[in-house]
């Protein structure tokens, strides 16, 4: 699995050749364990939990814990056991102050950060909300790279130019890409969410089903107040934690994060110029390589094989460009010995696209490839770039997550090997699909399309 700073999902990762699924309860199931950031804010922009252009701090729905059991049956999720675990909230933090103080926490901020707090229960509610329907990747494509998004992207870049300029110098990374992440994440810092860091994190590692995944999360946070990187008071995030325009989680922060105006305190919140810095830093460390592009909109041939659409089916552009894959618009493929994968969002009916090197460190940032996308496309058009060529299929209708479970349910009555039918379209699903489709004489592109499910009704 993908170790990444920013993730929102395993589910949105594995959209490939799918109608896109994004369930917030999926990925911190799946991902929270290796992720540095399982969920922020943007996953309930995109799940609907809020909506974009919102204000951060106007929530609409209640901010009382739902009282219910969680939907993913784990034991911790339980409605007794979440009580239970809210009853035992004090002592579950009094026993993790010695681990506070081996990290250097002293018991008086331990005590006036910590101590002091109660669960956010709702949090609970989050974590294993299974929406029942999902956006097409078209959609969230419109959301995360609007006009209006594009046009306050060209104004921040022109009001910190002089920051952009020292840190592009400094690290290589494109200022056109932590723009986009500083867009896309929090919408510019607008949307990053009004949860308190240490309470959500405390919250996580004493309740619920990921604790122990949270507990460094919360130790962390603690570390972070400690030292007075980010005041107590700016410490705010979505409800698992990640915080500040660009959305680190306390760990990736601590790994990150840097003080590039020199002032003593890494502030990812208030320090535009530690913002765009740590960010670059943290794309630097994740692979990014100077003066390369993403990838490119790419076109493919009449009778072309999709199975090479596939993330594990690597090869040298010199060698797609042989296959008949051509850059949109004519223009000439650059630098034909870097590797890169195809990918076809949408299946056959869509747009297509070669991945390059740094569309894997975008991908380290958050292991989305619908994410990374949107990042490296929004970079474009910031740099001045044009809309994708190619249309989407937006006659296809979202399948909903009953919908995604009776195709899987089919196949699996067909005998493909699914796993266990859980609504969730990974790469299982995709691979039964294109055998299906291939069986069936269509094209193999693996998309979970009404149609497939439509013919796998009446086959
Ligand atoms: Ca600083």
Redesign the pocket.
Known sequence: MVTSAHSFGDTLRSFGGALLVLVAAGCSAVQAQQSKNPISTLTDLITGTASPGAAPAAPTASKEWSGESGSSGHPAMTADAIRAAAQNFPQCLENLWPLAAKRGVSRAVYERHALTLTPDLKIMDFMDSQPEFSKAIWEYMDILVSDVRIQKGREILATHQASFDAVEKHYGVDRYAIAAIWGIESNYGTQGGDRPVVRSTATLACVGRRQEYFRDEFLTTMEILQRG?VKPEYLKGSWAGAFGPTQFMPTSFKRFA??????????VVE?I??IIASTANNLKKDGWVAGQAWGYEVTVPQGFNYLLADKSKQMTVAQWEHLGVRRVGGKPFLRHADHATLMLPAGAQGPAFLMLGNFRAILRYNPAEAYALAIGHFADRLRGGDPFVQAWPRHERVLSRAERLELQTHLARRGYRIGEPDGMLGAKTRDAIRDFQTAAGDIPDGFASATVLDRLRTR
């Not at 840097?258 to 502030?267: E, N, Q, S, T």
Request: overall charge negative.
């Open positions: 990187d840097v003080d590039f105006d020199g002032d003593g305190r890494r502030d320090s110029v530690d």
